[in-house]
């Protein structure tokens, strides 16, 4: 995905602040391919870059789809709505350093819109339900972000911890409206002939529901890291740096901390609300077990093994998140285990592998990479200066 | 894609052949005969919460029904078939649910999935299995939902619904505790709604507090107090084990004893004891708590050690080498899965998809199995057990207080139920008659 970030922070200028949140951060710190000057055939406006990032992903996810079976396709699109919410998470902690464990009580609200505004007689048109869904999930954001804004470390953690717990409950308690424990189901939306057709022109396959549903959570996921790429690297995301490494110098150079913080806190809830909306239609049900604290941590560990502040981390993560416990219980089958013990193991070991990536990539794997790209580059520059 | 069309040209192939073929009987050949079928296997596909929460107890369902397929298996399979069981863990999270029936139906392309355990998890994917054409046999639900031929015409549930339980035991308490002022204690969604509407019927006027608790939540001293608040004698429960547990836990610390009666989900005692033992700390160590309780039985389980069925079920667990006892919840799979058998029978020696629907609505209501009352199944009804008997709870037995009574949804009468008691095969493993 394109994960371009500011050109403005040089390895130097991070060093500069207090060390931990650079390492922390170091996948969204790292200098770009355009600050560099470099040999680079991408263009230099930021938003034609992204651009054609986009096409090309595009491009790339259709193949994808196309060369793969259904059971594939349909593993994509939990890969998409946990990467849209950990896209959106990651530019909450990883950018302006305020963590929220309430992510998952933000999809719920965006899950609970789309399955209430999709079960009528004649349901809007899907865009129209998933924007319902964004600007209600950013409301409750914004209303959460003021709440944050004043809050630091386990304070912040231990409110939104709150919204995680506590959001799910009002299924229960408006149980005719919001179905309870069970659920709403959500009806799927027909697909349309020109993408029956285009598929059928394209690749031969039978476009069946599955797949429509999953060029649907494709397409959002490129949207979501587009738009967020360019905010990224826009002035926000400066100033949202800003705001997270040093609040003295930011707010002396007129930055108003709560306003930007709350900001944050939208953005990421919107997105949070776009993934809930793909969630409800992938899953086919909302219910509040759904929904658990799990969720929201989940997400959290996606972005942190990923990277924090990195878009291509928190789609990494997030593919981790689908694929990893699934490996690892075939094979735990495999090994001649039954499936409840490989369930089992499956959970130690993925346990022992964050353990292990917050050991010896602590900023993440495409953090670490990066810093690890970065040193050597710095060591060739260093030897052709003296040279 | 290739695949599934070589499976639709070979399902027509399957359907002519039989045709033709009926008055050869055993001269017919296997054929692969729709997804998921091969000439010598057949792959069934289910959801359990193997971790998590909702585990204890309900993650050992799979390993009876693996117990009787292995037996089914050793002995011959289906039509020379071997069943392949295939079950994957869903921690009762409705989105893990649909994940592993994804993958269930579409990379391991089971032919049906059988015993999906949840309300909520189930729930979140008959729409798929719906639309896709899968079977989708006897959820491990009491839920209402599965009993919709018309919306979904390939699920069917199992188990006696959560409203007739409730309707029996209403006339049960009405008939022997006349005096008794009932408290409610209901677990807050489908199963607590369905059971006090059942109750309701017949102990309108008993009532005289309904007390509702949040799963999760376990801190129920508010509700038990509130109950004893009210002077309820006689306590009615729809709650799963861990609630009945600390239910009792809550009213031994409130000096609160009333006739506990619960429903057939929150009683196992073995369950219970050891949950009571763990919640205490040691202070209770055993299910003696629960002695004197009243509850109701559709199967049989390892409480009636001298049963026939359970007999069966003790020879089954001990050939099948799994470590562990014969547990209520093992009992409860092998059921399921000696019908399973029953349908796949019934459904004909190179059966489709829609051949094993056809035979559930068809033949469902004829079959004898280890169920004390016969099911439901037609065209128009999807509904299991049409029954159960209340009986009393004794350290780990139990004692049968009333026939087995039979009923239906709505404000069908009670009736005693006129079959006897059906004795298993002497091979232990059903033999129906197809049904084309």
Not at chain 1, 228 to 244: F, P
Not at chain 2, 84 to 106: C, G, H, I, K, W
Not at chain 2, 270 to 280: D, N, Q
Not at chain 2, 329 to 334: D, L, N
Request: charged letters at 15%; one cysteine or more.
């Amino acid at each position: 995905m394109s994960d371009l970030q500011t050109p403005a922070s040089s390895p130097a200028s991070g060093a500069a602040t207090s060390d931990a949140p650079t390492t922390a951060t170091a996948a969204s710190n790292a200098s770009s391919v355009q600050a560099t000057g470099g040999r680079t055939l991408l263009p230099r406006n930021t938003l034609l870059r992204h651009l054609l990032v986009l096409v090309l992903c595009a491009v790339g996810a259709v193949i994808l789809l196309e060369s793969t079976d259904l059971g594939f396709n349909a593993q994509i699109g939990y890969v998409a709505f946990y990467a849209i919410a950990a896209g959106g998470l990651t530019l909450l902690t990883g950018l302006n350093g305020q963590i929220s464990l309430g992510h998952g009580a933000l999809m719920a609200v965006g899950a609970y819109t789309t399955a209430l505004l999709l079960d009528v007689e004649e349901p809007l048109p899907l865009v129209v339900i998933f924007l319902a869904a964004i600007a209600l999930t950013s409301l409750v954001g914004a209303v959460v972000g003021v709440a944050a804004a004043r809050l630091h470390g386990p304070y912040l953690a231990g409110a939104t911890l709150a919204l995680a717990v506590g959001l799910p409950g009002l299924a229960l308690y408006f149980r005719d409206f919001l179905g309870g424990e069970q659920g709403l189901t959500v009806s799927s939306p027909d697909r349309p002939d020109w993408f029956v057709e285009g598929i059928r022109t394209l690749s031969g396959n039978s476009a069946s529901g599955v797949k429509w549903i999953a060029y649907i959570a494709v397409a959002c996921l490129l949207v979501t890291y587009f738009l967020l790429a360019n905010l990224m690297r826009s002035r926000i995301g400066r100033t949202w740096r800003a705001v997270r490494d040093q609040e003295v110098a930011a707010e002396l150079s007129g930055i108003n901390l709560g306003t930007w913080r709350v900001l944050a806190f939208l953005v990421s809830a919107a997105a949070a609300g776009l993934a809930g909306a793909v969630l409800a239609l992938v899953v086919r049900l909302t219910a509040p077990t759904a929904f658990t604290i799990v969720l929201s941590l989940s997400l959290l560990t996606a972005i942190v093994i990923g990277g924090l502040g990195s878009l291509l981390g928190a789609l990494i993560g997030s593919a981790l998140l689908v694929f990893l416990p699934r490996a690892l219980r075939d094979a735990g089958e495999s090994l001649d285990m039954d499936a409840a013990q490989a369930a089992e193991i499956s959970y130690v070991v993925y346990g022992v592998i964050l353990v292990l990536v917050m050991l010896f990539a602590p900023a993440g794997l495409v953090g670490s990479i990066r810093l690890a790209w970065m040193k050597q580059r710095a060591r060739r520059a260093g030897a052709r200066t003296r040279g | 894609m290739a695949a599934a069309t070589v499976a639709t040209t070979l399902a027509a192939c399957g359907g002519g052949d039989s045709g033709g073929g009926g008055g050869g009987g055993d001269s017919a050949e296997n054929e692969a005969s729709d997804i998921g079928i091969t000439e010598d296997s057949i792959k069934l596909g289910a959801h359990y919460p193997l971790t998590g929460v909702a585990a204890p107890g309900y993650s050992e369902i799979p390993t009876g029904v693996q117990a009787y397929f292995d037996f089914v298996n050793a002995n011959g399979g289906v039509n020379g078939r071997d069943i392949e069981f295939v079950y994957r863990d869903d921690a009762y999270n409705p989105t893990n649910t649909s994940q592993v029936v994804n993958q269930l139906v579409l990379e391991d392309e089971v032919f049906a999935i059988m015993s999906g355990l949840g309300t909520p998890t189930h729930n979140a994917v008959t729409d798929f299995l719906n639309s896709e054409g899968v079977p989708d046999l006897f959820v491990s639900s009491g839920s209402r939902l599965w009993d919709d031929p018309e919306e979904k015409p390939y699920t069917f549930g199992w188990q006696p619904d959560y409203e007739i339980e409730g309707k029996i035991i209403g006339q049960y308490v009405a008939e022997n505790f006349p005096d008794a002022k009932v408290g409610l204690f209901l677990q807050g969604d489908d199963f607590g709604e369905d059971g006090a509407a059942g109750a309701r019927q017949y102990l309108e006027d008993q009532i005289v507090a309904e007390e509702t608790y949040v799963p999760g939540n376990t801190d129920v001293r508010p509700q038990i107090s509130a109950l004893q608040a009210a002077g309820a004698d006689f306590v009615l429960g729809f709650n799963v084990p861990s609630y009945t547990a600390l239910s009792q836990l809550t009213a031994l610390q409130l000096g609160y004893a009333p006739q506990w009666f619960y429903s057939n989900v929150g009683s196992d005692p073995v369950l219970v004891g050891s949950l009571l033992a763990r919640f205490s700390e040691g202070a209770v160590s055993d299910a003696s708590l629960l002695d004197g309780v009243l509850t109701t039985e559709y199967i049989p389980g390892v409480d009636n050690p001298d049963n026939e069925w359970t007999q069966l079920w003790q020879r089954v667990w001990e050939e099948s080498g799994q470590e562990g006892e014969l547990t209520n919840y093992r009992a409860y799979g092998m059921s399921q899965a000696y019908t399973m058998v029953q349908a796949l029978q019934s459904a004909g020696q190179n059966p489709t998809r829609d051949d094993l629907v056809a035979a559930v609505e068809q033949a469902g209501s004829e079959w004898e199995g280890p169920g004390f009352s016969p099911f439901r199944y037609s065209e128009d009804v999807h509904a299991g057990y049409s029954g159960m008997l209340v009986s009393r709870l004794l350290g780990e037995g139990s004692e049968e207080l009333t026939p087995v009574l039979v009923t239906d949804n709505g404000d069908a009468e009670i009736t005693e139920a006129e079959n006897e008691p059906a004795s298993p095969p002497e091979s232990g493993i059903p033999d129906e008659e197809p049904i084309n």
